[in-house]
């Protein structure tokens, strides 16, 4: 199966841009911030349609906020934790540098609410350690956390602290026989169940920085599961995950083509979902392995350091 019987998908994200530059979900709602970052990730890895990835930075951009955030939407300014994918769209273009350097510094300040754990028979993890949330003034969870880590490494940022604390906060998140709930380990005493989705996010995150042996068992569990996955959230970042691991499955084509082709039966899968999936399909090595050129490193974030 050679790249080419994908091209149908990328057409379809293309087909419905809006003339404001921003990609909806679905063909005739409005424009979305994620929806469009995740469309340019995915369209700059195809090389497909350079105009329209432009464009789509171009209206990323005009969502902008003052302080450099990428809110789901002016009237939810709160839920900024598009920014991230915001700044991963904006990594291959130099007209996109003053925008995305401010969205780094904002998520840089960014954090949630962190507290010392009242009461760790009803909740497992360390309440302490800093991450990043959904929405502001909340708790950190493990996408948004593993989303920042993400964009902060690709930039050149790795090491910076918040990443390192960052990347102890997911650790201390794993459950204990393997994968990543959206946050939450033991509550009441019980272990909760890991999901493909979150793990995936999680170990991609951890990729290149966190010894094997502390993820073994959660590499196991999303190996275990990968076969019957079907919906694109959950297979796109259990093959992102796994293959920042160098653990990629040889059928990985076979494996989104199937899933791609539920459509049929269950109509067009909403437009973040189709690009993660696809990005699964051509990262040779996780996320990171889309974006060719090396990181440049951000020097005017050395104060953060």
């Not at 998140?173 to 996010?201: A, I």
Request: proline share 9%.
């Amino acid at each position: 199966m050679t790249q080419e019987h994908f091209f149908p998908s990328l057409e379809r994200m293309k087909s419905i841009q809006l003339p404001n530059g921003g990609f909806p979900y679905h063909a005739g709602e409005e424009a979305q911030p994620d929806a469009t970052a995740w469309a340019i990730i995915a369209l700059s890895a195809y090389a497909f349609d350079r105009e329209s990835c432009d464009r789509g930075r171009a209206y990323l951009v005009s969502q902008q906020a003052n302080d450099g955030r990428i809110s789901l939407s002016p009237t939810h300014p709160e839920a900024s934790w598009p920014t991230p994918l915001a700044i991963l769209a904006w990594q291959r273009s130099s007209q996109s540098h003053e925008a995305q350097s401010r969205a780094i510094d904002y998520l840089i300040r960014f954090t949630g609410q962190h507290f010392p754990n009242p009461d760790p028979s009803i909740s497992g993890h360390d309440t302490a350690i800093l991450g990043w949330p959904w929405i502001a003034d909340t708790h950190s969870w493990v996408i948004p956390t593993g989303l920042a880590i993400i964009a902060l490494q690709q930039i050149g940022l790795g090491a910076h602290a918040r990443v390192v604390e960052g990347e102890n906060m997911l650790i201390n998140r794993q459950l204990p026989h393997g994968g990543w709930n959206y946050g939450n380990t033991f509550v009441f005493g019980k272990e909760l169940h890991p999901l493909p989705e979150s793990t995936g996010v999680a170990l991609q995150a951890l990729a290149g920085t966190t010894p094997k042996p502390e993820v073994e068992q959660s590499l196991a569990y999303l190996l275990h599961e990968l076969p019957r996955l079907r919906t694109p959230l959950s297979l796109g970042w259990a093959l992102l995950g796994l293959g920042a691991w160098g653990l990629k499955p040889p059928n990985a084509k076979d494996l989104a083509m199937a899933s791609l082709q539920r459509q049929d039966r269950y109509g067009p899968y909403p437009l973040p979902s189709l690009a993660l999936l696809l990005c699964a399909v051509e990262a040779s090595q996780g996320l990171h392995s889309l974006f060719k050129s090396s990181p440049r490193e951000i020097l005017s974030h050395s104060a953060h350091d």
